[in-house]
């Protein structure tokens, strides 16, 4: 239960991670400006791993989308509005993985406890999952159609990379 639980407050905090890097990816800069600078706590956590291991994708990625300095710039924007958002997101999620690492190494053991920590951090999850899809919905809007299934085919690769995280951690 435990080993669930934190690998899937990790992945989240990790998908939310790879939002507040692509703020950084935007400003050039994807390892200084990220997630990974901001806690470097996570560098050598598996969490920590994923993210170093995507982050190079995302540089690809920016090569092949060629944005142009128009697109470059609404995308840094749209990225950036949502600055405050993300830090809050993550701020939480870390939070509540906290709890969770707590309530599964009390001793006492309390299986109650657990589940409640875990419960509580459906919220954050839920408002990491809601901020995502918000945030990608306003950066399609500059792309053209061939950069949008860029960048679909990079989500659908990630998704696959974590999910082989998550299979092998299970």
Not at 28 to 52: C, K, M, Y
Not at 114 to 139: C, F, I, Q, T, Y
Not at 142 to 147: A, D, G, K, R
Request: zero cysteines; hydrophobic letters at 45%.
């Amino acid at each position: 239960m435990k080993k669930r639980a934190w690998w899937t407050a990790g992945l989240t905090l990790g998908f939310a991670g790879l939002l507040a890097a692509g703020a950084a990816w935007a400003q050039h800069d994807p390892v200084a400006g990220g997630l990974l600078q901001a806690w470097p706590e996570l560098r050598n956590r598996p969490v920590g791993r994923f993210l170093r291991a995507e982050l190079p994708k995302l540089k690809q990625l920016r090569e092949e989308l060629k944005l142009a300095d128009e697109q470059r710039k609404a995308v840094h924007e749209r990225l950036g509005a949502h600055r405050d958002e993300f830090r809050a997101v993550v701020d939480k999620l870390r939070a509540g993985h906290q709890k969770v690492v707590a309530a599964s190494q009390a001793e006492p053991f309390d299986e109650q406890a657990v589940r409640a920590a875990v419960s509580e951090l459906s919220a954050p999850l839920g408002d990491a999952a809601v901020l995502r899809a918000k945030v990608m919905r306003e950066v399609k809007t500059v792309l053209t159609p061939e950069q949008v299934q860029k960048l679909e085919a990079f989500r659908k690769d990630a998704g696959s990379a974590a999910g082989k995280a998550l299979e092998g951690a299970l």
